[in-house]
């Protein structure tokens, strides 16, 4: 079966430090793994995807994901934290293994919080 | 502004009561799904259409039902609420039922059953 986990609830970081949000997954077949952000009493809004191609992802309001086959991650970071980037963020992976319809399988999330 | 409309964006409601959320979406998009989100457990699929006419299943279906009359629509109907439905629901879309395409959410419903 196809799964995503975040092992942390949240992450701090201080405002212009780098910032790294971390999943693992696991999926049979190819792996089609999405970050969404959620920010307070708003829907999920997605912010990059990897299909396939470069390991190195790049999205919305200056994020990037890598790619690791061999470590089955999927970690978004950013270069230089700010203080709008609190909210809430999940990775998400696209299961492939039911021909009835590809359901998204999300995360628990993970709460970024950056300090000024 | 093109997107999902969700309603309503707040609800109290009792138990054993009858409740439908409504979602609407004018991006002509085949695919929707409804979630639900509760702290600590991320999102989880209730129920999902594929395309107009279609719909299927997901993690937690039990309790309750949807339709898709057309590709505009995908209500969720709780038939007899109870407290353990208490939530906050989000209706999704996507341009295609395939896998490579990401979602696009509604701003959600909260519902409180007592």
């Known amino acids: 079966a196809q799964s995503v986990a975040q092992p942390e609830d949240q992450v701090n970081v201080a405002e212009g430090n780098p910032l790294t949000v971390k999943c693992t997954y696991s999926v049979s077949g190819n792996p089609y793994l999405f970050w969404y952000v959620q920010y307070p009493n708003r829907g999920l809004q997605f912010l990059l995807k990897?299909?396939?191609?470069?390991?190195l992802v790049k999205g919305s309001y200056g994020f990037e994901a890598e790619f690791n086959k061999s470590q089955t991650s999927f970690h978004l970071k950013k270069p230089s934290a700010l203080v709008s980037d609190s909210a809430l963020y999940f990775c998400?992976?696209?299961?492939?293994?039911?021909?009835?319809?590809?359901?998204?399988?999300f995360g628990a999330g993970t709460r970024l919080f950056v300090k000024a | 502004i093109a997107g999902i409309t969700q309603a309503p964006t707040s609800q109290i409601l009792a138990a054993g009561r009858r409740m439908t959320l409504r979602c609407t979406q004018d991006?002509?998009?085949?695919?929707m799904y409804w979630y639900r989100q509760d702290l600590g457990l991320g999102l989880r699929l209730i129920h999902y259409?594929?395309?107009?006419?279609?719909?299927g299943k997901g993690e937690v279906p039990d309790g309750y039902s949807v339709s898709r009359a057309n590709t505009d629509d995908f209500p969720l109907t709780l038939a007899s609420a109870v407290p353990s439905q208490t939530s906050v629901y989000f209706c999704?879309?996507?341009?295609?039922?395939?896998?490579?395409?990401?979602?696009?959410f509604g701003e959600g419903s909260r519902l409180t059953v007592l």
């Open positions: 991006m002509r998009h085949n695919a």
């Open positions: 999704a879309s996507s341009p295609t039922s395939v896998a490579t395409g990401e979602l696009f």
């Open positions: 990897y299909i396939t191609g470069d390991n």
């Open positions: 259409s594929n395309t107009a006419g279609t719909t």
């Open positions: 998400a992976v696209r299961d492939t293994s039911n021909t009835g319809g590809f359901k998204t399988i």
